[in-house]
């Protein structure tokens, strides 16, 4: 039985997140945590384009989740645009337009500089977001987003209340869901992998393997936007340490814990995660360091994740 | 009597607004020593982290951590035995053995698994080791003086200048020297050095290169141990000190070149000085210069000032 609804979910994964996400806030303690899920779960499903389908570990992904939700906050806070949708829209370009510029940089590096330039360029953002206060308040964080009605043709929704808020993100990320899936499916998606499994022999098919792996970062960027602006729109505030390290860390040890480059183990690994720190911030202000040790058990030992092993699917598979 | 000329006023008050730099001997002097000061931490570490990196493809997230543990430590043995100088001895002796630990239990397994698992592992250690040090020591920072006999300035011609920083630059200088000449000139660094080049065959020429790369990350992590120790009376001392640095460490890196002693103390330097002098005119910049010359070096010259291209990639 377990193992039924277990392959099925494996085999027909849009079909299962819509399953469990459309009834997840009834499921949980309370209902912002179910919200974060979904937005954590976003973010980490970008980074897992990135690490799990193509083999390129960002240690610096804090970047274009900030980026995401500074575009959306400043487009909202400062600019005063009145539609939510243009303000999503200004996260997510900006999101993506800072990962096809710092991609383009981290790129020139392969292997273990990739990861030690992506951490330094998220850096880098951390201390312009912190020095440009006049636009994004610095140290103290973007205040004063406003809480705007949805706008679709003809209806005016709000999404004040957190149930409402859920659906709301429910979509936007059940629609990102679909498009992830539709990449993986492309012949785009199986040259990932193939680059992945041996860049080498990816360019000596004829592949642009540079060109590739900046798409694939670029598309992780954009995914990692969208959620940084979901974040910022149910936050109404956006905090300096969206752009910090620790933001960086949280999204590669969700993944992690997950499951990386499995399909649901982002989602898997971001409710650990937050269900983690929930749990254990209610006792001691020390939480990280056991998530800290639980993360290095789980590389020790576990480097397939909860979801990878459930599925017994190869790290690669 | 001379008096105020209206001129001078007015140049006094710009002075006082800041629109106007100061650019005397004395202020440039300042500025080029505070940047040497950076530097040599920034050497210290990035030296240490290299040498890791190269022998062992490891990038070890956690050396700002053990930096941290160093000044921690560093500010433990003074005040346990009232000593700066058994303090500077003992502490980074103290990380260096705890690196042997982490490389033994930790970092061993890790061996032949992909590149990216040791900084994963030690991305994991490194918040562990912050956690734990908040709460031995607190989650505020403490400071510590530097010795009686350091703690006075010292005339540099134009300007005063604390004695215990040109310590610092004297003690990095000689640990530099004796790193080299080690390197350079035994049999061990020699082996090292090959080891970083083609480990197999080292390994199939009779090298136990298991051991030889314990005892690598041990000197690694008594390097960082040592520039924690040295940067604590300086920078302060708290949980997260180390994060921003080993970050800052790796762009030393970036822009040396892998491999490369000379470029490690090359680009070491030049950062702590662009560092220094962009204070200088604009305070804001300075955290940010750092990753811009990283950028320029990745554009103009990927493989940084003194690498090989290719080299450990």
Redesign the interface.
């Known amino acids: 039985m377990i193992r039924r609804v277990r392959d099925g979910l494996a085999a027909h994964p849009v079909a299962a997140f819509l399953a469990v996400f459309a009834v997840f806030p009834f499921l949980v303690p309370y209902r912002a945590l179910a919200t974060q899920v979904l937005i954590y779960g976003l973010f980490a499903l970008g980074f897992n384009l990135l690490?799990g389908y193509t083999g390129l570990?960002s240690?610096g992904h804090a970047a274009y989740f900030g980026l995401g939700a500074y575009g959306t906050g400043i487009a909202l806070a400062r600019l005063g645009l009145g539609s939510v949708w243009a303000a999503l829209a200004m996260g997510l370009g900006a999101a993506t337009l800072g990962g096809a510029v710092i991609g383009f940089?981290c790129l020139?590096?392969?292997?273990?500089?990739f990861?030690?330039?992506t951490?330094?360029?998220a850096?880098?953002l951390y201390?312009?977001g912190f020095?440009l206060a006049d636009l994004t308040g610095g140290d103290d964080g973007l205040r004063g987003i406003p809480q705007l009605a949805v706008g679709v043709p003809g209806l005016s929704i709000p999404i004040e209340t957190p149930i409402r808020f859920y659906y709301f993100a429910f979509v936007l990320v059940g629609l990102a869901v679909v498009a992830l899936k539709r990449i993986l499916d492309s012949p785009f998606g199986a040259v990932l992998r193939a680059v992945r499994e041996n860049g080498e022999r990816a360019a000596a098919c004829g592949y642009d393997v540079t060109r590739l792996k900046l798409l694939a970062f670029v598309f992780s960027a954009a995914f990692a936007g969208l959620a940084g602006a979901l974040e910022a729109l149910r936050l109404t505030v956006v905090p300096i340490e969206s752009l910090y390290?620790t933001t960086s860390?949280q999204v590669?040890?969700m993944t992690?814990l997950g499951g990386a480059g499995t399909f649901f183990g982002p989602f898997v690994g971001a409710a650990t995660f937050l269900v983690l720190e929930d749990r254990l911030g209610l006792v001691t202000?020390?939480w990280?360091?056991a998530?800290?040790?639980v993360?290095?058990a789980f590389?020790?030992f576990l480097?397939r994740g909860i979801w990878g092993t459930l599925t017994g699917g190869s790290h690669a598979g | 009597m001379a008096r105020h000329s209206p001129d001078r006023e007015a140049w006094a008050r710009r002075r006082r607004e800041g629109s106007v730099i100061d650019l005397s001997p004395a202020v440039l002097v300042t500025h080029l020593f505070t940047g040497l000061v950076l530097g040599m931490i920034l050497v210290l570490l990035a030296v240490g982290l290299s040498l890791i990196f190269g022998l062992m493809t490891v990038v070890n997230f956690a050396h700002g951590s053990f930096y941290m543990l160093g000044a921690y430590l560093g500010f433990f043995l003074l005040g346990l035995t009232g000593s700066f100088w058994v303090a500077l001895a003992l502490a980074p002796l103290a990380v260096g053995g705890a690196g042997l630990l982490v490389e033994r239990v930790l970092v061993r397994p890790l061996y032949g698994r992909s590149l990216d698992d040791p900084l994963l592992l030690t991305f994991g250690l490194s918040l562990v080791m912050i956690e734990t040090a908040r709460l031995i020591w607190g989650r505020i920072g403490v400071t510590f003086d530097p010795p009686r006999e350091l703690g006075t300035a010292v005339s540099l011609g134009f300007t005063m200048f604390p004695v215990y920083r040109l310590f610092v630059i004297g003690v990095t200088a000689a640990v530099l020297l004796a790193l080299w000449v080690f390197l350079a000139r035994t049999d061990l660094g020699l082996v090292i050095r090959a080891g970083s080049r083609d480990p197999l065959m080292v390994q199939a020429l009779g090298v136990d290169l298991g051991r030889i790369r314990f005892f690598v990350f041990g000197i690694g992590t008594l390097l960082a141990g040592l520039a924690g120790v040295l940067a604590g009376p300086m920078r302060g001392v708290y949980a997260d000190m180390g994060v921003t640095i080993v970050i800052e460490s790796f762009v030393v890196i970036v822009v040396g070149g892998m491999g490369s002693l000379a470029g490690a103390v090359l680009a070491g330097l030049l950062i702590g000085e662009v560092v220094s002098f962009t204070t200088l005119f604009a305070p804001k910049l300075a955290e940010i210069m750092v990753f811009i010359v990283m950028a320029v070096i990745l554009l103009v010259r990927p493989s940084g000032l003194l690498g090989e291209a290719g080299l450990l990639e």
């Open positions: 690490y570990l240690f940089f020139r590096r392969r292997g273990i500089y990861a030690m330039l951490l330094a360029f850096q880098l201390f312009i020095h390290w860390g590669v040890m992690l202000e020390s990280p360091l998530i800290g040790l993360f290095m590389v020790l480097p």
